[in-house]
Structure formats: C-alpha cells, structure tokens
C-alpha cells in the first residue's frame, strides 16, 4: 500500500496571508526602496493594494533626465515600466496615491575628477543659485604644505575658468529639468514634500509640494516646453587662489566662485545666500564648501566681477 507522507514544513506563503493588511503595510513601509515596491507588486493582488498605500518612496534613476528625452509613446502603466527611463517612473508613482514624502537620487553628470558643490533657493522662478568650485581639497594645512610646498598664489587659467563656467550653466539647466519632469505627480493627493539630489552629492533640491506647484506654475511655457531657461539676470563671479578655512580646518586651492539671482546677491545680506550652521551639518565636507562661499563673501568681496 502506499502511504503519502505530508510535508510537516511550514507553509510560509500561508503564514503571511493570515497576517493583517496592517502588518503587511507596516512591513513593506520600511522597503521604501522603489524598484523593490514595484517588484512586491508581482507577488499577488493583495500586495498590489496594500504596496500603493506606502506613504515613503525612495527611488535611485539609472538615467539622466537630460539625455532621458520624453517620448511620443504613451508609457505602459504596468508594474515594470518604472524600472525603465526616469520620465517613465515618474509617470508610474501616480499609483502610489498614498504617499507623503519622495526621494530621488539621479545620476551625476559628473566623474568624481570634478570638484564643486551648489545651493539653490526657490521663490518666484530661482531666487538665487550657488556654485562653489575648488581645483584641489585638502583637510587640513599640513596636507596641503605637503603636497605643494610653499608656492606663491597662481593666477586662474582660462582653460579651467572657461570649463567651471560651463559646468555651473550646466547643473542649473539640470536643476530646471528635474523640477519640470515633477510636472506628472503634483496632483498627488497626499504628497508633501519631494527632495531630489545627484549621486556625487554635490547639491541637492528640497521642496513641499505647495513650493513644487508654484515653482512649476511660475516658469514660463518656453521653459516648460525645454525651449530655453530663465537664468537668473544677475551673475557675479569671484577667483581665490589660496582658501584657508579656520573652522573646518580644510584649506582649497584655485577656488572659483559663481552667484546667480535675480537682484545682486552682493548687495544682500550673507544670510539669505547660506542658510546653514557650520557645526550643525552631517556631512563635513558640505560644512566645508558652505564655510568657504561665505568666506569669499566675507573677506573677499574685492575679487568679486560681476558678468552680467
């Protein structure tokens, strides 16, 4: 005779669906990861509902938006779509009707040879826009005597002046670009606040969503369309071929610095240019370069040309 013998194994698949959608919310909240959420879609209908509830999504593009054209096609509105092209995720976070607060990473179009961090503040359109960018970074003193000597101060050479200017253009066009690819999911009903920063760490956006609404609503539709951008009219620019930082201690060499606004930052106070406590930041080197655009602005206002 013969005797089928049953499995005394658990039946995990069994065990999770006998546990509450609250439970099974309460997991999945913390994957926040979104290609992983799209991924839980697959496992069953009742993942699918609970998965769009998830208030907290963190997504990491693997295209850059500016060579991430918007295509004629209508975009598949399925599961996997959004581990395709930028735009096309973007389009696909409208499932998520639930969700609060949206963090995106995007490709840097920059190798780590680049030095140079920016800050950017929102009013009507770009208030103003902030580009700081050293040749060479050294932590302290005693690093940068080692590696150079005691040179005397060398001049900024036209070749890196030229190149630092185009890449400070070029990381404000991305800036209007990733504010205008947010168009798709501003009518998301609960979001709040949307913050965008690039792989390199070099700058970032942060943003509530009534800020993102208004930002979009205030660009032209030239600029909507890509057409061209509104740069902010007043351009100053300041060389410093030594920085020595008595804070951070860090000291920078052939320090280029760039001011966008509407009005001259110049003429304004310090304080609405940086808005930052130089022993308050997570991240030492951010600490270093904001303590460095303000000691240009501080003790090397002489330096300063204004471009337009």
């Given amino acids: 005779m013969k005797i089928n013998k049953k499995s005394h194994m658990p ?6 669906t006998r546990l509450p ?3 099974v919310l309460q997991i999945i909240c913390k994957i926040i990861n979104f290609k992983t959420l799209c991924l839980c879609e697959l496992v069953s ?11 907290t999504i963190y997504f990491t593009s693997f295209t850059d938006p500016i060579a991430d054209p918007p295509s004629k096609e209508v975009i598949p509105y399925d599961t996997l779509a959004s581990l395709g092209s930028y735009r096309s995720a973007i389009i696909c976070l409208n499932k998520f009707g639930r969700v609060k607060s949206l963090r995106i990473q995007v490709p840097s179009s920059f190798d780590n040879n680049h030095l140079f961090k920016w800050k950017i503040k929102f009013g009507n359109g770009v208030n103003s826009f902030i580009f700081l960018s050293p040749s060479s970074v050294y932590h302290d003193k005693q690093l940068y005597v080692k590696a150079n000597g005691h040179q005397e101060e060398e001049a900024e050479e036209l070749e890196s002046y030229s190149k630092k200017s185009d890449i400070a253009f070029t990381c404000l066009e991305e800036v209007y670009l990733w504010i205008v690819t947010l168009n798709p999911i501003t009518n998301l009903p609960l979001l709040e606040d949307v913050t965008i920063t690039d792989s390199g760490k070099r700058g970032k956006i942060s943003l509530k969503v009534a800020e993102l609404r208004y930002l979009l609503h205030s660009f032209s539709e030239a600029e909507l369309k890509k057409d061209k951008l509104d740069i902010p009219r007043r351009i100053s620019r300041c060389y410093v071929p030594l920085l020595e930082l008595p804070v951070s201690g860090y000291v920078m060499k052939g320090v280029t610095l760039y001011l966008f606004g509407k009005n001259d930052l110049l ?4 304080g609405s240019c940086m808005n930052i406590d130089l022993n ?7 600490a270093a ?14 330096r300063f040309q204004r471009i337009t």
């Fill in 267 to 270: 003429d304004e106070n310090i």
């Fill in 21 to 23: 959608d609250e439970m």
């Fill in 11 to 16: 039946d995990d698949s069994s065990s999770f």
């Fill in 280 to 286: 308050d930041s997570e991240d030492i080197e951010e």
């Fill in 45 to 55: 209908k009742r993942f699918l509902r609970i998965v769009h509830q998830i208030d």
């Fill in 289 to 302: 370069y904001s303590e460095a655009v303000m000691e240009m602005l501080k003790k090397h206002r002489g």
